[in-house]
C-alpha cells in the first residue's frame, strides 16, 4: 500500500538527478521533508535480504520511504551510524495481558526491542471474563496488583487502547478461558450444547479481535479437552481467518504424541498451527525435537500449516503446581488443596514426582529437586527463600524435598513460581537454527520496580532477543543476522496475520529499531533477572520515539491491533 501523500508528492526521480553536481551535505531546501529520518544505519527489512546502507523516512505513524543517503531530510534526524536498522520485534508469545495494565510502559519488552506483543497465548486470555474463568482471571488480576473490569474482549482491549501501552498488543482467546467460562475447572466431557457455547465465545471474541485460538494442555482445565474438542473450537477459529497456537500436551515424555495431536487438530480444523516454545524437557528426552522438527516438515509437506517457536534458554518457567497430575490439580482452589493436606491423597502425589505414570508428562526424577527454583513467594514464611531451589528450601527446614513442595503450595495459596531448569542447550540450537522457528519470550512486560520487581523472574521476561542475536547470531555465527531478524518480525507477523507490520517498507507502520551489533547483548541472568539488555539504542512503535539512546522516553504510541474480522 503506497503511503498516502503528506505535504509534497514523494519524490519520484530521486535516484535520477538532472545535473551531476557533488551532493553537497546540506541541500536541505531540495529534499523531501520528512517527520523523521533514521540515517546513515544498515537497513535490515525483515524480509531475510541482505543489509542495505539506508535512509528511513517516517511521516506519521507509518513508514514513508527507504531512500538512499541524503536524499531525503527529516524534522527530528536520528543518527544511526553503526547501527542496524530493522523492524520491532513481534513477540509472538507473551503473557503481558495484565501486566501491560498495571503498567503501560512494558520496560523488559520495549527495551529488548520489542514493539508488538502477542498475548492470550497458553489456553489463557484476559476474556471472556464469565463464571469460574472471571474468578481465575481475578487471581491473576489481583497478583498483577490490577482491577478486572471488563467482560468481553472488546471491553479488554477497550480497557488497553484507552489506557494507551508503550507496545502494540494483538491478543490470542484462550481454550482453557472458554472452557472455564462455560464448564469450570472440573474434568468433564464437554457435551454438544457446552461447545456449541464456547464456541460461540471464541467467535465473539475473534469478530471482536483476537486473533485466533490458543491452548495450553498442561494446564488445568485445558487438559481436559479432548482432541475432538479443541478441533472442533480450532475449525470456529481458522473459519474467521484465526489461527491456532497451542502450548501442547506435552514436553517430555509424551513430547511426540503431543506434536502429532497438534498436527492432528491443524489437519482436521484446516487451521494454521503454532506449536508454542518448542523443546523437549528432562533428560530422558532430550534429542527428541530432531523427531519432531523432522515430522513438522513433514506435515508441511502435506499441506497442514504448521510451525513453531522458541525462547533461546534451557530452562522454562511456569506455576509450581504444574508438578502435580491433572487429577490432583481438579476443581476449585479449596478442593486442591484439601487433596494436598488430606494423608492419603498427599501420599499419591508424593508417589508420583518420581513414578513415571501413563498420563505423566515429566517427572521431577528426570528434572531433579536441585534444578527447580521457586519464586513469588507471599508469605512470610517462605519470603526469605526467593529463587531457591527446592533442594535448597528443603535442607535449610530439614525437610523431604517433596513435602516441602507441597508445604509451599499450600502456605502460598498455590500461587508460587518456579524455573525449571530441564532443557539441553544442543535442542534449543536445533530449534532456534531451524526457519520455521520464530523467537517468542513465553514472558511478561515486567520492570525491576512495582509488582513484577518484588521478586525473581525468568531473565527471558528482559533478554529474549538481544540473547538470540548475540548468542546465536554474532557469538555462535549459527544463523545469518538478517536471517535471525525475518524469525523476529515478518516470520511472526505472517503467522499472527499481521498484514502492515514486520517489514520496512514504504506503508508499513513505523515500528523500528536500531540496535548496535558491537554492543548488544542480554544482562538478565538467573541470578539477576530484573536487568536490561544493552545495545538496543533506538525504539519507534507507531512513528514515536519510545527508546533514545538505550532509555525509556515514557511515550505510549502502542495500539491495540484487532484481528481484521473485527473490522471487516
Ligand atoms: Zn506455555
Known sequence: MPPAPTREPLNKHVGIPQVQPRRSLEPRGERTLHNILIEGGTVVDGTGSLGKPLDVAIDGAKIAQLCKRSEATGAM??????????????????????????????????????????????????????????????????????????????????????????????????????RQCVIGNSNIKAGEDELARMNQLLADAILQGGFGLSSGLIYVPGFFASTEELVSLASTSASLGGFYASHIRGEGRTLIKAVEEAIRIGREAHSRVEISHHKACGRPSWGTVGRTIAMIEEAREQGVDVSFDVYPYTASCTYLDTLLQPWAREGSKEEILDRIRDSQTRERIIHEFVTPTESMEDTVTDTG????????????????????????IAEAIGKDP??????????????????????????????????????????????????????????????TFPRALRRYVLDKKLVPLEEMIRRMTSWPAQRIGLQDRGVLASGMAADIVAFDPEKIRDLATYEDSHRYPEGIEYVIVNGAVTIDHGEHTKERAGQVLRHKSSIA
Open 77 to 178: 534526524r536520528i543518527d544511526a551510524t553503526g547501527l542496524i536498522v530493522c523492524p520491532g520485534f513481534i513477540d509472538i508469545h507473551s503473557h503481558s495481558e495484565f501486566q501491560l495494565l498495571a503498567n503501560p510502559l512494558a520496560e523488559s519488552k520495549i527495551r529488548q526491542g520489542i514493539t508488538t506483543e502477542l498475548v492470550g497465548n497458553c489456553g489463557s486470555s484476559p476474556a471472556p471474563a464469565i463464571g469460574v474463568a472471571r474468578k481465575e482471571l481475578e487471581g491473576y488480576a489481583e497478583l498483577a496488583e490490577v482491577r478486572l473490569d471488563w467482560v468481553t474482549m472488546d471491553e479488554y482491549l477497550l480497557r488497553l487502547s484507552n489506557l494507551k501501552t508503550s507496545v502494540n498488543v494483538a491478543t490470542l482467546v484462550g481454550a482453557s478461558t472458554l
Open 369 to 392: 529437586w536441585e534444578n527447580i527454583n521457586v519464586m513469588g513467594f507471599s508469605s512470610d514464611l517462605y519470603k526469605r527463600f526467593d529463587n531457591n531451589t527446592i533442594a535448597q
Open 402 to 463: 517433596a513435602e516441602t513442595t507441597l508445604d509451599i503450595l499450600v502456605e502460598e495459596n498455590l500461587r508460587a513460581i518456579a524455573i525449571f531448569h530441564e532443557m539441553d542447550e544442543d535442542d534449543v540450537v536445533k530449534v532456534i537454527s531451524h526457519p520455521l522457528a520464530a523467537i517468542g519470550s513465553d514472558g511478561e512486560a515486567e520492570a525491576p520496580y512495582g509488582p513484577s520487581g518484588k521478586h525473581a523472574t525468568h531473565p527471558r521476561a528482559y533478554g
